[in-house]
T-cell receptor, first 112, second 112 residues
Framework: GESVGLHLPTLSVQEGDNSIINCAYS??????FIWYKQESGKGPQFIID?????DKRQGQRVTVLLNKTVKHLSLQIAATQPGDSAVYFC???????????FGKGTRLHILP | DAGVTQSPTHLIKTRGQQVTLRCSPK?????VSWYQQALGQGPQFIFQ???????QRGNFPDRFSGHQFPNYSSELNVNALLLGDSALYLC???????????FGPGTRLLVL
């Protein structure tokens, strides 16, 4: 069954504000945790991943935080833009080319 | 450099029929994975092909089968289609465990 889940199905954020999307996982043996963005009618787009031996990783406007103690993963998007509207999935795998286990997704809605 | 491509983009079939979906991996990638994404859900792993053999398989019945060709492209075959097979079928490619997987746009299958 699924080992990755999300706390909120929908998140509404004012344009320009920061967005925080949370995720809980249950498989402590996973080595990689990944965030994907999926826009309507498209395949999942890789945003950022983090290895289990790290607790923070930053990309362009995005930061992923990993708390292994409570098995929690979060994605922070700085200065949210209309183009950030999408469904965001957290996911995990044992190796980067291993099967990916996805959660159910959070829809991010940007308010003007 | 083309990313992962899939064909067809949309397909309509009736119950009991058979369907073949196709995937061309990103240039330089040798591993292809297939996922099924039901509406409103996260993608579910079907199987993975490497060196023309099925390397991993998810919890899908034998009606789902695949093939990988010497040029690394892949096909997903589904026999005896059921209404519940209606979904977006995604292909992802990768090359080794040091690189993330990239997804194609998917094939949307509707079974009537």
């Amino acid at each position: 069954g699924e080992s990755v889940g999300l706390h909120l199905p929908t998140l509404s954020v004012q344009e320009g504000d920061n967005s925080i999307i949370n995720c809980a996982y249950s498989n402590s043996a996973s080595d990689y945790f990944i965030w994907y963005k999926q826009e309507s009618g498209k395949g999942p787009q890789f945003i950022i991943d983090i290895r289990s031996n790290m607790d923070k990783r930053q990309g362009q406007r995005v930061t992923v935080l990993l708390n292994k103690t409570v098995k929690h993963l979060s994605l922070q998007i700085a200065a949210t833009q209309p183009g950030d509207s999408a469904v965001y999935f957290c996911a995990e795998n044992m190796n980067r080319d291993d099967k990916i286990i996805f959660g159910k997704g959070t829809r991010l809605h940007i308010l003007p | 450099d083309a990313g992962v491509t899939q064909s067809p983009t949309h397909l309509i079939k009736t119950r009991g029929q058979q369907v073949t979906l196709r995937c061309s991996p990103k240039s330089g990638h040798d591993t292809v994975s297939w996922y099924q994404q039901a509406l409103g859900q996260g993608p579910q792993f079907i199987f993975q092909y490497y060196e023309e053999e099925e390397r991993q398989r998810g919890n899908f019945p034998d009606r789902f089968s695949g093939h990988q060709f010497p040029n690394y492209s892949s096909e997903l075959n589904v026999n005896a289609l059921l209404l519940g097979d209606s979904a977006l079928y995604l292909c992802a490619s990768s090359s080794g465990s040091w690189e993330t997987q990239y997804f194609g746009p998917g094939t949307r299958l509707l079974v009537l």
